[in-house]
């Protein structure tokens, strides 16, 4: 026993122990994104986990992991999980099975990767009539190890697999999406009560603005309506352009059981067959909801432009508001149009003539605003939305791509032009807020794009510096070059995929792609709670009372509710993503066989991804499928070569593609070429 202790943590060279070096061991938080992919942060900095690396580690895990550097891997030093020091999750849902005489409880979430059993002196499922196939709310017994497996118990049945869409809850699970509210929360917005009157009665600063015209204008679809905005013409040929967003915050007291629910939710989730709301349904869609011809609570943002649509002035305030016309964007474009009367829209009774006006005044602003902020350097990205169309039963029908239209401008400049007045505001007086900061692209990140964009001669010479400098000029020029062209796509995507993405932070740095030296936002706080944030700070603004008990609570906690926010965001649209691919492999499971025209949007060595030009789908045509060749793999130009005939296959190129199979619950589609054989 002695003689192993003796040579324990040592290695024998010769006759001689030599003393191997110990282990330093790193603690920090495991981040499993998707199954194959898992972060740890630590303190040293945020390391990638090498393969098979994660072991009995589950996501928010508190773990300890050595960090090594494998060989061939470019110097990237790689986490492995050593051990779990605190465990994150307890419980999770999964379809429960039977393997006589143990259950078993199969995790919805794919990133939890060992099934758990039901012991079987456990009658949980026979209490709880639970049959084979059911979706099931377990708790964690024991957690897996390299040696044994997990045990888990039954806390809840919550439906057949029949009655529930499988592949859609395996998306809620996996991103780790709330679902129901807690009760505190629900019976405080029961209590919640809309009286105007007495809301204008108690503050004197509360401005009534119930006579002006103001409207809605949202998807057809729309069930919450959280802006409205009213226009008019102003002497000399200016504007006034006003914008007024529900008060959420004035049903939301800070700390109060639905403030503290919000905050952990920090946005709403919008998947593809529901919507996972950050504020319980009588907040969202009706205290705060602005309903024609009710009168409701807002924060407003009242701006004056000159003729050229360059904002004056603003001012904001606490006031009422009484909206004339619930509008969708067809209607509204086909008014634009000229295709719909103006006593045909569903305007209140003697409004249709201002309903219209006002949607005229704000096409012409929204033409004149992005104007402005394209010669101040704003860059606008060539971008589609593709949502698939479901029946009553979930089941898919088709695809809607969404484009930005005349409606759509004029509603997101307007928002665009208080978001940046108030930020302009709360900058101005060093006022502590979720500021939205987009930060310039990294240089290398730009330089990346040149070979592929040189060689399309869309940048040249001196204009390679000013490109990689992150010159705004430079990059409008590129887009505008490549725009109606086969390059358009490629220089779209490029340049897109280089920029950082936009984060909330506690201080105001501006917003590189908006060309704005203040911006936050301020104009959905039904959905996101950045917003509600704003909205506190700007009435203790408005109130000259920036040092208030309440504002010093949110200053303390404002880093942390930036960064909160800022990963529940990437969270949230990840999930609607990981949902509206579920559906289309779904809908292009019905078609394998068919074949459709499309353009490649991403190059690997393993192979293409080609977007279908009709509905947006993705998808993998592998390398093997592009015949029986060698190819090779340009990573800077995004080029695939074959070697024996010189076809070349890159971003932006037009193909056309045979539907070979799907799998739906992980929202994949494969494609071989149509013929079969590749064409020069």
């Known amino acids: 026993m002695s003689r192993k202790r003796a040579h324990h943590g040592s290695k024998r060279h010769g006759n001689h122990p030599v003393a191997q070096k110990p282990r330093t061991f790193v603690t920090g938080t495991l981040r499993v994104t998707r199954p194959d992919y898992a972060t740890v942060e630590t303190p040293e900095g945020v390391f990638r986990v090498g393969p098979r690396g994660v072991r009995e580690g589950m996501n928010g895990d508190e773990v300890q992991v050595t960090l090594a550097v494998p060989h061939g891997r470019g110097g990237e030093k790689l986490a492995y999980v050593q051990g779990v020091l605190q465990r994150a999750t307890h419980t999770f849902l999964g379809t429960f099975g039977v393997a006589d005489p143990l259950g078993v409880v199969v995790p919805l979430d794919a990133r939890i990767r060992r ?40 806390d809840r049945r919550v439906g057949s697999a029949a009655d529930l869409d499988l592949d859609v809850e395996a998306v809620i699970a996996s991103y780790d999406l709330p679902m129901d509210f807690p009760e505190p929360v629900l019976e405080e917005a029961r209590s919640v009560t809309v009286d105007v009157g007495a809301a204008l009665r108690e503050d004197p600063a509360r401005v009534d603005l119930r006579g002006e015209c103001c409207v809605t204008v949202d998807p057809v679809d729309a069930r919450d309506f959280d802006d409205a905005v009213s226009a008019r013409r102003l ?48 907040l969202c869609n009706e205290a705060c909801s602005l309903k024609p011809d009710e009168d409701r609570l807002c924060m407003s943002v009242r701006m004056t432009l000159d003729a050229r649509g360059r904002v004056l002035a603003a001012e904001a305030a606490k006031t009422a508001i009484r909206s004339r016309a619930r509008l969708d964007y067809g209607t509204v474009d086909r008014l634009l149009r000229g295709e ?18 006002t949607l005229r005044i704000l096409d012409e602003v929204a033409a004149k605003r992005a104007r402005v902020r394209q010669e101040r350097g704003a860059i606008d990205f060539e971008t589609s939305e593709a949502k698939v169309v479901l029946d009553g039963d979930g089941r898919p029908t088709g695809v809607s791509v ?69 010159e705004p000029d430079m990059i409008q020029a590129v887009l505008e070059r490549a725009r109606g062209t086969s390059a358009e796509y490629l220089a779209n995507a490029l340049l897109l995929r280089a920029q950082k993405r936009a984060v909330y932070l506690p201080q105001n740095l501006g917003h590189y792609a908006l060309g704005a030296k203040a911006y936050c936002h301020f104009t959905s706080p039904i959905r996101r709670y950045p917003d509600d944030i704003v909205h506190r700070a700007l009435k203790a603004y408005l109130a000259h009372d920036a040092a208030s008990s309440e504002q010093r609570k949110v200053a303390r906690q404002l880093p942390q509710l930036c960064r909160t ?10 999930a609607a993503r990981a949902s509206q691919k579920v559906k ?55 080029r695939l070569t074959g070697e024996s005939t010189g076809r070349e296959w890159s971003l932006g190129k037009r193909i056309a593609v045979t539907v070979v199979g799907t799998n739906v619950a992980r929202g994949q589609i494969d494609f071989a070429l149509a013929g079969g054989t590749a064409s020069k």
């Open 565 to 574: 926010c800022s990963d529940r965001e990437r969270i949230s649209d990840a």
């Open 402 to 470: 969404r484009r930005k239209t005349r409606a759509m401008s004029l509603i997101e400049e307007a928002m665009l032009m208080a978001n940046e007045c108030v930020a302009r505001m709360l900058a101005d007086a060093d006022a502590p807020a979720a500021y939205r900061v987009h930060e310039r692209p990294a240089p290398e990140d730009l330089r990346a794009c040149v070979p592929a964009l040189g060689e399309l001669g869309l940048v040249r010479g001196a204009e390679v510096d000013l490109l990689v400098a992150g």
């Open 584 to 638: 289309m492999a779904e809908l292009y499971a019905e078609r394998v066989g068919e074949s459709f025209s499309g353009i490649v949007v991403g190059v690997e060595r393993f192979g293409l991804f080609v977007m279908l030009d009709d509905t947006c789908a993705e998808g993998l045509l592998p390398t093997k499928r592009l015949g029986t060749e060698w190819f090779s793999y340009d990573e800077d130009r995004m």
């Open 235 to 282: 002497a000399g040929g200016g504007y006034e352009v006003g914008v007024h967003i529900a008060d959420v915050t004035h049903y939301l007291p800070w700390d109060g059981p639905i403030d503290a629910e919000a905050r952990r939710r920090t946005c709403s989730t919008y998947l593809v067959d529901r919507v996972l709301p950050m504020l319980p349904e009588e």
């Open 340 to 357: 719909v009367a103006d006593a045909d829209l569903p305007a209140a009774e003697g409004t249709h003539r201002v309903v219209a006006e």
């Open 115 to 154: 099934d758990f059993f039901v012991l079987p002196e456990d009658d949980c499922a026979r209490r709880l009539g639970v049959c084979e196939g059911d979706v099931v709310a377990a708790r964690i017994l024991q957690y897996p190890t390299r040696q044994s497996a997990g045990v888990a118990t039954i």
